[in-house]
């Protein structure tokens, strides 16, 4: 299968890349600095990429059959990463007749609620100190119910660099309760079966130990 990753450079993308390549997939990483992409592979292509540049997007789209978004960005103020890039990867979608996307969001976008006292003081922190991004986060959704023809969004608890075990738990509409937290390889492990199972199609499933 060939896949490409807008964001693969580091965290839950580049859990996904190595993932991905075990697995003897076609990985393109499509990241702003190729640089910072240190894998090697022969089934690796490191492609140069902005993902608010539609033309570059384009390129990356090319000879898909699956894509993965892993955007992140560390700006606390009002941001159009996520909508926009969002925007520029389905247009790249429809002209090369893509159907599935991945799309890495966040915890906190459907308004949702906590089961526990635990999650709800997570959802109260995220709303708290990332309202911009949270802000973007639904208006890339609005993009991706509106124009993909399969997507699944996934919104995991907070992220941490443990090592990938496999197992987790998973809440479609709410939080996983007493979920707290999940590693970026267990993310990507739950993002890669996405690729080929319907299980969450059209779905924002909220992952978490």
Same mark, same amino acid.
């Given at each position: 299968?060939?896949?490409?990753?807008?964001?693969?450079?580091?965290?839950?993308?580049? &859990?996904?890349?190595?993932?991905?390549?075990?697995?003897? @997939?076609?990985?393109?990483?499509?990241?702003?600095?190729? /640089?910072?992409?240190?894998?090697? @592979?022969?089934? !690796?292509?490191?492609?140069? &990429?902005?993902?608010?540049?539609? #033309?570059?997007? *384009?390129? /990356?789209?090319?000879?898909?059959?699956?894509?993965? &978004?892993?955007?992140?960005?560390? +700006?606390?103020?009002?941001?159009? !990463?996520?909508?926009?890039?969002?925007? *520029?990867?389905?247009?790249?979608?429809?002209?090369?007749?893509?159907?599935?996307?991945?799309?890495? +969001?966040?915890?906190?976008?459907?308004?949702?609620? =906590?089961?526990?006292?635990?999650?709800?003081?997570? !959802?109260?922190?995220?709303?708290?100190?990332?309202?911009?991004?949270?802000?973007?986060?639904?208006?890339?959704?609005?993009?991706?119910?509106? @124009?993909?023809?399969?997507?699944?969004?996934?919104?995991?608890?907070?992220?941490?660099?443990? +090592?990938?075990?496999?197992?987790?738990?998973? /809440?479609?509409?709410?939080?996983?309760?007493?979920?707290?937290?999940?590693?970026? #390889?267990?993310? =990507?492990?739950?993002?890669?079966?996405? #690729?080929? +199972?319907?299980?969450?199609?059209?779905?924002?499933?909220?992952?978490?130990?």
């Amino acid at each position: 299968m060939n896949i490409v990753i807008f964001g693969a450079s580091r965290g839950v993308g580049r &859990c996904l890349a190595e993932q991905a390549l075990v697995q003897d @997939h076609h990985v393109t990483a499509a990241v702003r600095n190729p /640089a910072t992409v240190h894998i090697t @592979h022969e089934r !690796l292509r490191v492609l140069p &990429c902005d993902v608010l540049n539609a #033309a570059s997007v *384009n390129q /990356a789209l090319t000879g898909q059959d699956v894509v993965f &978004c892993t955007l992140g960005t560390n +700006s606390k103020g009002p941001i159009t !990463l996520y909508s926009a890039g969002a925007h *520029n990867i389905l247009q790249g979608m429809q002209a090369h007749q893509v159907r599935r996307l991945i799309f890495l +969001s966040n915890f906190g976008v459907l308004d949702e609620k =906590a089961r526990d006292v635990r999650g709800a003081a997570l !959802l109260f922190l995220i709303k708290r100190f990332i309202p911009h991004t949270l802000a973007d986060h639904r208006r890339a959704l609005e993009e991706i119910r509106g @124009h993909a023809p399969e997507w699944i969004v996934v919104r995991p608890l907070p992220l941490t660099d443990g +090592s990938w075990t496999g197992r987790y738990r998973i /809440a479609v509409d709410d939080l996983p309760a007493k979920g707290m937290h999940i590693a970026r #390889a267990d993310v =990507a492990d739950f993002m890669m079966r996405q #690729a080929t +199972s319907d299980d969450y199609l059209y779905k924002v499933p909220a992952i978490a130990y």
